[in-house]
């Protein structure tokens, strides 16, 4: 089995940071990519970070500058430093892992969200 384990969300006001980590655990035979997806009501899931097994990242648009993500090999963890925090950050983000388990093809594994709400 695989698991990921978010922490970090909360309440802040705009122009706060929030630090989320996420640590993938489990039959884990090797990661080719972590990264964070947002949600809101009604809305798609979207892209907010990606840092593949290389290190090259991949931001949104709309976190470009704001928000850092990062990657600790060793500990299975990923990072998301998010500065200057704005209202419309507000969401639920969920950690998404693409890996490969002993016991299956690679695939993608998510987390179960953590909620970011960021006050005007």
Do not use: H
């Not at 990921?4 to 035979?29: D, F, W, Y």
């Not at 002993?102 to 960021?118: E, N, P």
């Amino acid at each position: 089995q695989v698991q990921l384990v978010e922490s970090g969300g909360g309440l802040v006001q705009a122009g706060g940071s929030l630090r989320l980590s996420c640590v993938v655990s489990g039959s884990i035979a090797s990661i080719n990519a972590m990264g964070w997806y947002r949600q809101t009501p009604g809305k798609q899931r979207e892209l907010v970070a990606v840092i593949i097994s290389g290190g090259s990242t991949n931001y949104g648009d709309s976190v470009k500058g704001r928000f850092t993500i990062s990657r600790d090999n060793g500990q299975n963890t990923v990072y998301l430093q998010m500065n200057n925090l704005k209202p419309e950050d507000t969401a639920v983000y969920y950690c998404n892992a693409n890996l490969r388990p002993w016991y299956s093809r690679a695939r993608d594994f998510w987390g179960q969200g953590t909620q970011v709400t960021v006050s005007s």
